[in-house]
């Protein structure tokens, strides 16, 4: 478990209203990838108002700066890194970027996604690599970088960004829903390789969110579910007592949109 929820479970930092406000995650360093808007955004905001020193990445540069000014108003330190991880190279550079710069990450957010949508016989295996090396393939080799000094610490908590994709099937989302899908499979079998060494791995399926990953055409986007209710879940499993995992939360709008 990470530092500030340790302590806020052992009692040596009380549960108070406004909770947000504390830094109780001061000495817990965080990366966000895909933190440049949306979903990434909020997640870093979240992570932000309860101390936890960022690093960013994004592949937009001006995009990801405008974010990490945002997110040091808070007060606390961002790091940001320009990276595609879709490439091993990249991956490299930011785990090694974010670790010199704010020491051993303890909590990593696998959020980075791209999605292209189509009949699987009608699209490329350029679509197929650019979907599976983003949303999958990019997570294992991020996790295997920051992972080793975890186990050192014997702490940590890794959440991966999936999507009901992962458990659904439609007309047109076959490769999206293949890496979503092979997400789900990696989060579980990852959770099962470091449990022991007191690091949590889980994963958040969310439906539609009222963001501009993918078109909402006809959809009432107040009743979608938020950027902020994903980012919400995520400090929920961060607070989590150390004695219990939650592995998997689906979020679904409370009405049909």
Not at 15 to 27: I, Q, T, Y
Not at 93 to 117: H, P, T, W
Not at 243 to 253: A, G, K, M, Y
Request: charged share 20%; glycine share 10%; hydrophobic share 45%.
């Amino acid at each position: 478990m990470v530092n500030g929820a340790k302590a806020l479970h052992e009692g040596r930092i009380p549960m108070p209203e406004g909770v947000s406000n504390k830094r109780l995650f001061a000495d817990s360093p965080a990366l966000v990838t895909g933190a440049s808007r949306g979903i990434g955004l909020a997640i870093a905001r979240r992570l932000g108002k309860l101390g936890a020193p960022l690093c960013i990445c994004g592949r937009n540069a001006r995009t990801l700066e405008t974010a990490a000014e945002e997110l040091r108003q808070n007060g606390g330190k961002v790091v940001a890194v320009t990276a595609d991880v879709s490439r091993a190279a990249d991956i490299r550079a930011l785990a090694d970027k974010a670790q010199q710069e704010l020491g051993a990450i303890e909590i990593l957010i696998n959020n980075a996604g791209v999605a292209r949508f189509g009949p699987s016989h009608q699209m490329s295996e350029a679509d197929w690599d650019t979907m599976l090396d983003t949303n999958l393939k990019a997570v294992f080799l991020l996790t295997s970088a920051v992972v080793p000094g975890m186990i050192e610490r014997k702490r940590g908590q890794i959440i991966n960004i999936a999507s009901l994709a992962g458990k659904n099937a439609f007309a047109g989302g076959g490769i999206y829903c293949a890496s979503k899908w092979g997400l789900r499979g990696l989060t579980a079998c990852m959770s099962e390789d470091l449990r022991g060494y007191g690091i949590r791995v889980a994963a958040i399926f969310p439906g539609s969110v009222a963001t501009s990953f993918s078109p909402h055409t006809g959809r009432d986007e107040s009743k979608m579910i938020q950027a902020d209710d994903v980012a919400l879940a995520v400090e929920g499993m961060l607070l989590q007592p150390p004695n219990s995992l939650v592995s998997e939360v689906d979020i679904r709008p409370a009405q049909k949109p």
